[in-house]
């Protein structure tokens, strides 16, 4: 799976900013299992069933539906720059069954230590 295009984006007034990705395929039903590893992750029932939510606090987090082609992603603006590009790997990162995340991990380690130097001036 990996992401296609921005389809809309805009500021939002709580500060972060918005983009709706098209992905090149559904949303797997395991996907937010997945991210789980990397935040915390809430189902939304409420909103419908297969609704999720993952939160990656200082970073973004991700709405979506399990077998819907977009995803909501809300980035932190001031350190967007820093975390874009992780989310792309996640995602093109993502495979059904058993995901070796040791990759993945050195990398959310190298840009956490960069987030939090660029807010809070150390690691």
Same mark, same amino acid.
């Given at each position: 799976m990996r992401i296609l295009r921005s389809v809309?984006?805009?500021?939002?007034?709580?500060?972060? @900013?918005? %983009?709706e990705f098209l992905l090149s395929e559904p949303v797997p039903s395991g996907f937010f299992?997945?991210?789980?590893n990397f935040g915390g992750v809430?189902?939304?029932?409420?909103l419908g069933e297969?609704?999720?939510? @993952?939160? %990656?606090p200082d970073w973004f987090s991700i709405k979506g539906l399990a077998g819907d082609t977009t995803v909501e992603v809300r980035f932190k603006k001031e350190v967007m720059h820093l975390t874009v590009d992780f989310l792309y790997f996640l995602i093109s990162a993502y495979r059904e069954g058993p995901v070796d995340l040791s990759v993945l991990?050195?990398?959310?380690?190298?840009?956490?230590?960069r987030?939090?130097?660029h807010l809070y001036g150390h690691d």
């Open positions: 809309r984006h805009k500021s939002c007034a709580d500060g972060t @900013f918005m %983009k299992s997945y991210l789980e809430e189902a939304l029932p409420g297969g609704f999720y939510k @993952f939160e %990656k991990k050195q990398r959310e380690q190298a840009v956490g230590k987030v939090r130097e």
